[in-house]
Each structure stands twice: as structure tokens, then as C-alpha cells.
């Protein structure tokens, strides 16, 4: 819903922030399946990393960039400034994309029916040798 509200909304940081939403929406951890958690951002950042990177280095990228847009998201919803970038709306709009349809086509992904499947499998691909 958050992605469809975003490509329509004229005020660039509004639509970035709507984005940031859908991520939320998409990937946020119950806290009642695990009480000890990270930081939103940082929790869904990993996950959106593990979703969309095939290397280590495109995870650290994916990992340091949603960083920085959810730290933007954070001042403008707490009133801070706005400082997205042109392109950071057309980035991310592109990074749910691909996030949302690795979740539906990816083998890796393919078995999960719930969120909690989704951790599991990211924790086992983090923590493998």
C-alpha cells in the first residue's frame, strides 16, 4: 500500500518516507516473536541486504545507503531537516521492488510463509560457514 501512496505523491520527501513505511511494513520483527532486537533500522537494513545482495560488497553498500535514507526519514518525521537526494526516491523505490519479488521468486525464499521464515532463513545464510 505504502509504495502505491509514494509513487503518487508529489512532495519528494513525503514520498521517500512513505517508502521507508513500506520497508517497515514489509520487514519490521514482532517484537513478541524476539524481545532482544536491534534497531529498526539496522534489523531491516540486514534484512534487505540478505534479500537483495549477492556479494559482500554490494550488502555493505545496500547496508550503508538505507542507513542514510532511514536516518533522513528520521529528521523528517521528527521535524529535523529534509535532505533526500533527487535520485534517492527512484533508488529506493527500486530497492522495495526488488526486495518484494526476491521474497516471492527467490528458491531461498520460496518455502517461507510468514515473516519469522523469512529470519530464519536470513540468520541461517549470516551465520553459515
Same mark, same amino acid.
Given at each position: 500500500?505504502?509504495?502505491? @501512496? /509514494?509513487?503518487?505523491?508529489?512532495?519528494?520527501?513525503?514520498?521517500?518516507? =512513505? &517508502?521507508?513505511?513500506?520497508?517497515?511494513?514489509?520487514? %519490521?520483527?514482532?517484537?513478541?516473536?524476539?524481545?532482544?532486537?536491534?534497531?529498526?533500522?539496522?534489523? @531491516? /537494513?540486514?534484512?534487505?541486504?540478505?534479500?537483495?545482495?549477492?556479494?559482500? =560488497? &554490494?550488502?555493505?553498500?545496500?547496508?550503508?545507503?538505507? %542507513?542514510?535514507?532511514?536516518?533522513?526519514?528520521?529528521?523528517?518525521?521528527?521535524?529535523?531537516?529534509?535532505?533526500?537526494?533527487?535520485?534517492?526516491?527512484?533508488?529506493?523505490?527500486?530497492?522495495?521492488?526488488?526486495?518484494?519479488?526476491?521474497?516471492?521468486?527467490?528458491?531461498?525464499?520460496?518455502?517461507?510463509?510468514?515473516?519469522?521464515?523469512?529470519?530464519?532463513?536470513?540468520?541461517?545464510?549470516?551465520?553459515?560457514?
Amino acid at each position: 500500500r505504502w509504495v502505491g @501512496i /509514494s509513487i503518487y505523491e508529489e512532495i519528494n520527501d513525503i514520498a521517500c518516507t =512513505e &517508502l521507508a513505511f513500506a520497508f517497515e511494513s514489509l520487514l %519490521k520483527q514482532n517484537i513478541s516473536i524476539s524481545p532482544i532486537t536491534s534497531s529498526i533500522q539496522g534489523s @531491516i /537494513s540486514e534484512m534487505v541486504a540478505y534479500i537483495c545482495g549477492d556479494t559482500l =560488497e &554490494l550488502r555493505k553498500k545496500i547496508i550503508h545507503d538505507f %542507513k542514510d535514507f532511514y536516518s533522513s526519514r528520521s529528521a523528517i518525521v521528527h521535524g529535523g531537516d529534509k535532505n533526500y537526494k533527487t535520485n534517492t526516491y527512484m533508488n529506493f523505490l527500486y530497492l522495495i521492488k526488488n526486495t518484494i519479488s526476491k521474497l516471492l521468486t527467490s528458491d531461498d525464499f520460496k518455502k517461507c510463509n510468514n515473516l519469522n521464515d523469512v529470519y530464519l532463513v536470513i540468520n541461517e545464510y549470516k551465520f553459515r560457514i
